[in-house]
């Protein structure tokens, strides 16, 4: 009777073994199956490259293709990282990425002609609010003779920055229609201010210390303030020309400047949910630039 019961039990671990066997295979196909799935529909979209600086963005271009998959879009969109603006006109003529979206006209405009590059913008995206700021005065007509006043050390933002100061009553450029300004263009300056360029991230630190700093809005919402804290703050109508070099945008090869599958991103980006996007994440940091 023993080798009966022994004789069973192995019959009972074949059986065993063998649906366990059928189970694993099962699953294994149902596995494969859904991987395909998953894998083959992202196969059949259309992937665009677009290079940003950092990942501050990365909410707003989720919104952005969400928008595209609503709209039934077969548009894939894939971020390339970089730390510093200068970067991506490089890359995007160089045609490592499709898109660029992490400067404005200025920026682009200057760079362009500093490197020879051929590109173009097809789409406006935020503004980011330039403004003077202080801790010891109220108004910038409240700044002694010989004050100082920090100023961001990069080309583009230190012309904006001229600019913010001339448009507060305090300095007079040369040729008030360019947008890129040095501080040799400043002709008038009656309080004598001392103008220091310095690292735009510095800037608010050095406030304690200074009559006043023209700092870009983001350093402004990292340091815990709110951009209406501005002493002054340039009024931000995007039908004044004058805030038209500061909007940011996005770029393409000039060759690509009219492809349709660039123009549907431009179409997403330009839809009430980005806006919403933008407004909520960056809390006055940056506005949309574009209707919707």
């Known amino acids: 009777m023993a080798g009966v019961g022994r004789s069973g039990r192995k019959r009972r671990a074949k059986i065993e073994l063998a649906a366990l066997s059928v189970a694993i295979i099962v699953a294994l196909i149902a596995i494969c199956g859904i991987s395909y799935h998953l894998h083959g529909s992202q196969q059949g979209k259309q992937e665009v490259k677009i290079a940003v600086i950092g990942s501050s963005d990365d909410q707003i271009w989720k919104a952005v293709q969400a928008e595209l998959d609503r709209r039934g879009s077969n548009i894939q969109v894939s971020l390339k990282p970089f730390q510093d603006a200068i970067y991506l006109d490089q890359v995007l ?168 599958t660039y123009r549907q991103i431009v179409d997403a980006y330009h839809s009430k949910s980005v806006a919403t996007t933008i407004n909520r994440i960056y809390k006055g940091a940056s506005v949309p630039a574009f209707t919707y």
Do not use: C, W
């Not at 006209?105 to 789409?123: C, M, Q, R, V």
């Not at 947008?179 to 002709?187: A, I, L, N, Q, W």
């Open 93 to 260: 003529s160089n045609r490592e990425v499709d898109l660029s979206a992490g400067e404005h006209y200025a920026f682009l405009e200057n760079d362009s002609k500093t490197n020879g590059y051929h590109l173009a913008p097809i789409g406006d995206t935020y503004i980011s609010p330039m403004n003077l700021y202080s801790k010891r005065y109220k108004r910038a007509s409240d700044f002694p003779e010989g004050a100082k006043v920090a100023i961001p050390n990069n080309a583009t933002n230190m012309g904006r920055a001229l600019k913010v100061l001339e448009r507060a009553g305090l300095i007079t450029l040369r040729d008030p229609k360019t947008t890129t300004p040095v501080p040799e263009d400043v002709v008038g300056n009656p309080k004598h201010l001392t103008i220091e360029q310095t690292d735009p991230a510095g800037i608010i630190n050095l406030l304690p210390d200074y009559a006043g700093g023209v700092v870009n809005a983001n350093f402004v919402i990292d340091a815990g303030m709110k951009v209406t804290d501005a002493i002054f703050q340039v009024p931000y109508d995007l039908k004044d020309p004058a805030n038209h070099p500061y909007v940011n945008i996005i770029v393409a090869n000039e060759d690509q400047k009219n492809n349709p």
